[in-house]
């Protein structure tokens, strides 16, 4: 998606430990106009399947999510990564392992707000080693709804989330696949 | 607002401690046309007012925020609780204290993201004891921001945040006002 591209070129920082920075428009300030273009883009790549629901992680995700589900007029769920107080007991739960805290950790869903007739959708604003994404999966097979496939904005190509998350069968759609990042130049993947 | 304590009447739930659960709508599964006539009625109340950026706490305050942030034509902000490895080391720093927890937390925001030239309103799902916008309050006075005022999707009137915030001077908007949830009953305020 040549737009988000352009807009990594022009506002996202590299920094060390293969980071790429992009809390101007995408996961602190976020740019309205280019998510919603994002949701559109997220719409088209999966229009002939039939998503009743789009299941997300909090936070980041949030905001990707709910534009996006407004060019699929279904209801947006996401996972949550605490148990409130007011959250249901009976709930679905995945478990994510986070590279950067060297462990695992549950997300839940309400029992209630996934049935085996859903066909899902999965968002989130990244993709790295894809941890993220198979405990939405789980999730989703717990539920036996049907995944759909997964719709992330920016992916990490040098790390193994995508290769792993297609080999599973998974439909990925990652509108901008980053090749590297070293010496501080932002390679994408031709697409 | 009509449609919404009608959502809140028919999907919501009352649960011990004076705790209104409505995360079939708002907070784990989120209405995305409900959220629309929500930012559409946040645009009604401050349409008056020059607001230039949309600041709010994650994780539940951003859906509410960005969907809102289409009528206001403004990028949004949220806040966040943890300190990442990509966040910017100059930031502002508000002080939210959790009565669920007993304990004070910090909320950051990158400098680069809120300059004085802006007029910040603030977004966010629920109001209780006020703490959350306090500490946002912070931040925006930090920043020498104009605080615009305060969009609320559910206020727990029986609480002491909204008093807490008008007396200081903040225009609070509250899209529902629940004066008690005793016996399990929710009595909303006239307005």
Redesign the interface.
């Known amino acids: 998606m040549q737009l988000l591209k352009q807009k990594i070129v022009n506002e996202g920082k590299t ?1 060390e ?1 293969n ?1 790429i ?1 992009v ?3 995408l996961n ?5 106009e280019l ?2 273009e994002i949701g559109k883009e997220f719409k088209k790549r999966f229009q002939d399947k039939d998503v009743t629901k789009i299941l997300t992680i ?3 995700g ?2 990707v999510a ?2 996006a ?2 060019y699929f ?6 996972a ?1 990564k605490t148990v409130g ?4 007991k009976a709930v679905y739960i995945g478990s994510v392992y986070s590279y ?1 805290k060297s462990q695992h950790y549950n997300i839940l ?2 029992k ?2 996934i049935s085996h007739e859903d066909n899902v959708l999965l968002i989130d604003d990244f993709l790295a080693n894809g941890q993220a994404i198979l405990g939405l999966k789980e999730i989703v097979d717990a539920a036996q709804a049907n995944l759909v496939g997964a719709g992330i904005v920016i992916e990490k190509g040098f790390q193994k989330g995508g290769k792993l998350l297609r080999d599973a069968g998974i439909q990925v759609e990652s509108l901008a696949i980053i090749d590297s990042l070293e010496n501080n130049i932002i390679v994408f993947r031709d697409e």
Chains 1, 2 share one sequence.
């Open positions: 920094l430990g980071i920075k809390d101007t428009f602190h300030q976020i740019d309205i998510l919603n909090e936070a980041s949030i905001a709910v534009i589900a407004q007029n279904v209801p947006v769920v996401f949550k107080k007011n959250m249901d950067t869903v309400s209630d707000s």
